[in-house]
């Protein structure tokens, strides 16, 4: 994926949907667990070391399965290489709910179901579609036929 350095170092300074200091261990083979800042911004999992500004890495959190590995960790792997995973180690089993839960309600296709899910709602209420304002409802993104199951 191609991506400019800098706009992805602005992003990782915007306020985040939670941030904590969490135990992270890479996927390759022998990663030892590490003590990492981790912040969600949109739909970026930005990781630091807890001593500097800038981030040593970042996951897009799109095509990703985010699973339970023990009652305070989880893992995310992504489609492409489900062997690959990344390992995180919160602090208690509340903790580590509240993360999966976001993570999983991060990426794109989340908020694309969401919004048509909504619209559907509102319109069945009002009878109006609520996107016709922004003259973006015709789009095919937003169209309930394009969701794959």
């Known amino acids: 994926m191609r991506y400019n350095e800098k706009e992805l170092q602005a992003l990782s300074r915007q306020p985040a949907e939670l941030a904590a200091e969490l135990g992270m261990r890479g996927p390759k083979k022998g990663s030892v667990l ?6 969600l911004v949109v739909n970026f999992l930005f990781y630091f070391r807890t001593d500097e ?4 890495g970042a996951l897009l959190l799109e095509r990703c399965r985010i699973s339970q590995e023990e ?3 989880f893992s995310i792997c992504f489609m492409e290489d489900p ?26 296709e989340f908020m694309r179901r969401s919004l ?3 619209r559907n709602e509102i319109q069945k209420m009002t009878g109006k579609d609520p996107l016709e304002q922004f003259g973006i409802s015709e ?11």
């Open 83 to 108: 062997e690959r995973k990344y390992h995180f180690e919160c602090c208690s089993e509340e903790q580590c709910q509240e993360w999966m839960g976001a993570l999983r309600r991060a990426s794109y």
């Open 139 to 149: 789009e095919a993104r937003f169209q309930l036929g394009g969701l794959k199951a």
């Open 53 to 56: 500004a800038e981030p040593v």
């Open 71 to 73: 009652p305070s960790g």
């Open 34 to 39: 590490k003590r990492r800042l981790v912040k």
């Open 116 to 118: 048509i899910f909504y």
